[in-house]
């Protein structure tokens, strides 16, 4: 997986990867990795809460987008893993789907604020702060994954003590 992951990344980087979009079902991406992160998030003591255009999702709801499966899947665990392990204690993580004027978005609001140091460099390779393990790979390969599905993918720290990342597909 590991290899796969890393040569799809080089792809990518140059170009050739070969983007096959189906339509998916975001939502049910993200309960699959809610499911997957529940044991991690037990451990920094957080919680997920899902919310589809302001509301809590039924069981039987749906969010479409247009979008590769696995890529997609790769690129939210990498953004939710990092919210996780950044959110400070006994907080709620928040992932809310919508659609906007330009398509579907989703975005993933944490307490806890990204360095002020490598704010403008966030999604840059190899930048990672206070992360004994960290490779600075998480977020470049997110915003690679992103890019390479047509979308587009942003940070936010406005909001004092929290940050927002929005995925635009």
Known sequence: GMINSS???YKMETGIYQYKP???DLLMVVRQLSNELHNLCSAHDVTLELYLKSNIPG???KFYVMAEELLTHTMLANLLKNAIEAATENTVIK??????SDGPVLSIRN?????EEIRDRFFDKYVTSGKENGTGLGTYSAYMA???QGG???LNCS???HTTITVHF
């Open 7 to 9: 040569l799809d990344l």
């Open 22 to 24: 189906q339509s998916i």
């Open 59 to 61: 069981e039987d709801e």
């Open 95 to 100: 992932v809310s789907m919508h659609d906007d």
């Open 111 to 115: 307490s806890g604020e990204v360095p």
């Open 146 to 148: 992103a890019k390479t």
């Open 152 to 154: 587009d993918i942003t």
């Open 159 to 161: 909001e004092s003590g």
